[in-house]
């Protein structure tokens, strides 16, 4: 099993419309989830962070939790065409990874397109 | 502010040739990554500095590639010789890292290089 997973897309979502994207993660010692947004040819950037069960909101960006089933996932209300970029799903690395502990894995990223 | 900065932003080189990839972190940050994105992999780490000192270098692909970190305020990733799969965009990112679990410890990334290898 990947460490993190999410579907690669595209989603491909109507402006105005919700757009969900889901991430899966297998290490149960995690503690620290990230949700980045990447425009192509640029850098990512982080969007939203989360540490406990349930959701966080943020303007229209609404993250949720659930580390019974080592779920993550983002949701993106009122979907705007410059939303359209590629979501990368990041998982802060547990204690039993010794010496790397802390650092993050990355999902390879679900590309959202969001259509006018 | 100005960010993490990343030279050059694109470098062209040939099979065999050296090349230095050079990042400056954000001002205060005392932990730095590097990664490497394609389209096949996603975003690895390659190496991960704290407090200049490298603690994780699992990530680094072999012995072609090395890191250092001679102080706070810079940092160079070495490929030599160079190979064309080592083509790819190679992210610098640097955070405060506050040692406590449930700190918020963002990384901030720089523009990326972008490296092809012919």
């Known amino acids: 099993q990947k460490e993190v997973e999410q579907n690669s897309g595209p989603l491909s979502v109507p402006e105005g419309a919700i757009a969900s994207l889901n991430c899966t993660y297998s290490?149960?010692?995690?503690?620290?989830f990230f949700w980045y947004r990447q425009y192509s040819g640029k850098s990512p950037e982080l969007i939203m962070s989360i540490y406990s069960n349930g959701d966080k909101e943020d303007g229209r960006f609404t993250a949720q939790l659930n580390k019974a089933s080592q779920y993550v996932s983002l949701l993106i209300r009122d979907s705007q065409p410059s939303d359209s970029a590629t979501y990368l799903c990041a998982v802060k690395k547990g204690m039993n990874y010794g010496g790397s502990q802390g650092n993050l894995i990355f999902g390879k990223g679900t590309k959202l397109s969001v259509k006018p | 502010d100005a960010g993490v900065i990343q030279s050059p932003r694109h470098e062209v080189t040939e099979m065999g040739q050296e090349v230095t990839l050079r990042c400056k972190p954000i001002s205060g940050h005392n932990s730095l990554f590097w990664y490497r994105q394609t389209m096949m992999r996603g975003l690895e780490l390659l190496i991960y500095f704290n407090n200049n000192v490298p603690i994780d270098d699992s990530g680094m692909p072999e012995d072609r590639f090395s890191a250092k970190m001679p102080n706070a305020s810079f940092s160079t990733l070495k490929i030599q010789p160079s190979e064309p799969r080592d083509s790819a965009v190679y992210f610098c990112a640097s955070s405060f890292n506050g040692l406590t679990l449930t700190s918020q410890e963002t990384q901030y990334f720089g523009p990326g290089t972008r490296l092809l290898v012919l």
């Open positions: 290490d149960r010692g995690s503690q620290s």
